[in-house]
């Protein structure tokens, strides 16, 4: 069945004022999507207000607004400037890390980024020029955005944990004209030179950008070398650049993310689609109004950092808190406590994992005695499902709403979420509430029919999907048909399985492809899997996420050595941990590695990697009759019981 939300049986089992706004509603954005999101384009400046609210293109998919112009920058910074924000924080830099802070007003920020602008600008960057972004979380990570936004250019920010190998493929695709890099990024315990990595990836990738721009921390100083432009003084002799109008069809930016392949898909977001929405959402599913202060801890290079730290709350009028640290040991378990306090955030959001690092450390939560976060109005997690537990602890603890919403980067925006905004509703543990308007989502079994409440099945997405939502994989318009279209025709593949109960909640329960979410980071086991599979002693090898208390899942390498391999088999274990952290990054977190004789295939010679991961889970497992050769699951899963890996012990062959 689609959304239950939409049946009798739901209407009367959730009674109220709010369910029947939220009904109302919500048919109005599937029924009329048009007249729905001509409203709500209302809530952005334009330079030509859209006549065409949708089309669509030569494939299909849904182009929002595509006779409207706009530039992103302009709604998020100049307007609000011009509508009396100038004195108001746009952004409170908190950096535990450094021991630094920073407030920048709307009116700071808007010359700031203009002046750089004008300074990319020299550099040759203009309309459609792509810019990589290799930044911690530092406020200029948000000055080069909106300054790429500004000259209507396409920004690319990869994410400062992943390796030369990974930004190099990345910039290969992208192909930039220019890089914007800092000189370092801060973990907890460490400084990582930034610039070594960045010319690592230049070394390794085919295409070279005209030019770099590094901003040289305190922690480090880079050397600069011929291409490469200090941003300091490139910034002391630039001219600011005024706003470039765009099309609300071009794209304001590529953001990388897992696939099933080892080659990341280049998700491309729109610029009118992309600010309606987020402002949209801004308001009916956070309840922020302009003036305040909206949390969100996660990073610039994820989409939660795109959407939830750059871009929403900006577009909205609010204040957004850009911090740089970890949930504990920067310097304690007390640190989002104390940044909810110190800046009066109204609305916090971050990954349930972060929690989990908290709880560990705090199980009692003393630290949340010290501070008075009475301004915290209502908590949102994503990226990963909240598990009941954590939800139990946050919800006793806080006593504010504590809501579980999903999205995914290719979305751009929560898919599901508790409406705050709109009309709130009692929240149920290990569920992402109801979907939001917008977007069509129906849970399908195998045949492509809807199944019924409380059976698990794909949760896709019915066309046409909602404004701020990919516009295609950048330079592969085909990658987008087949990863996510083929399916079942006239959907979106989330790629998620879940279900609807009886009261039209929806649970998403995981991924039903070979990707995993590790510490609330997306990652694929393909990728490892090529890094494994490159080693010279490895003749084939899997990959497989296994629970994990803390970072909800974490990968595990299994490997056959080649025949003639008579090395040292933990000396090959611990190499391939190495090389897979040398070449994807220690985001990826792959610790363990096993060497094994056989892996369970079928007759035709796939590896049964789902069975694998069924075992490490520790669930009841049935052999499957296609099996090649059953012993080889005996001894795989043996293996996972001596090594103690993930919760293999308790795992079972069915009766
Ligand atoms: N640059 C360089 N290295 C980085 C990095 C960065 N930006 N981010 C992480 N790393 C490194 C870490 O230092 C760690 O290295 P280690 O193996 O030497 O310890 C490794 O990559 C794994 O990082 P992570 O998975 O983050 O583990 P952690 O133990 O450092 O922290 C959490 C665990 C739960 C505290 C942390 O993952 C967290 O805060 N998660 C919130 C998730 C989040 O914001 N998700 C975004 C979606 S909302
Ligand atoms: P990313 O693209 O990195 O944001 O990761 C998206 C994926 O994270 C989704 O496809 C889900 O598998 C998972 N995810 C994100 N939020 C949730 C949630 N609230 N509940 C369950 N899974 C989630």
Redesign the pocket.
Known sequence: MGPCLCTPRTLISIKGAAMSRYHDIYRHAIDRPESFWAEQSHRIPWITPPKSILDYDEQGHARWFSDGEMNTCHAALDYHVEQGRGQQAAVLWDSPVTGQRRRLSYRELRDEVAVFAGALAGLGVGKGDRVVIYMPMVPEALVAMYACARLGAIHSVVFGGFAPHELAMRIDDAEPKVIIAASCGIEVDRVIPYKPMLDEALAQSRHQPEGCVILQRDQTVAELGARDHDWASLVAQAEPADCVPVKATDPLYILY??GTTGKPKGVVRDNGGHAVALHYSMDVIYDMAPGEVFFSASDVG???GHSYIVYAPLLRGCTTVVYEGKPVRTPDAGAFWRVIAEYGVKTFFTAPTAFRAIKKEDPDAKWLEKYDISCLKSLF??????DPPTYHWLNDLLKIPVI???????TGWPI?SNLQGLAPMPSKAGS?TFPVPGFNVQVLGRDGEPVAAGQEGSVVIREPMPPGCLVGIWGDPARFQHAYMSAFPGCYL???G?HFDEDGYLF????TDD?I?VA???LSTGVMEEVLGGHPAVAECAVIGIHDALKGQVPVGLVIPKDDFDGDEPALEEALVALVREQIGGIASLKQVLVVNRLPKTRSGKILRKLLRTIADGKEFAIPSTIDDPTSLQEVHDLMCDRDLGLAAQAKPQD
């Open positions: 993310t897992s994820w989409v939660v997690l994503a990226g990963e499902r909240l579980d919403h999903w999205w995914q980067t290719e599901a992402a989330t790629g998620d879940g998403i329960m995981g991924r990707v979410n609330g980071h997306r």
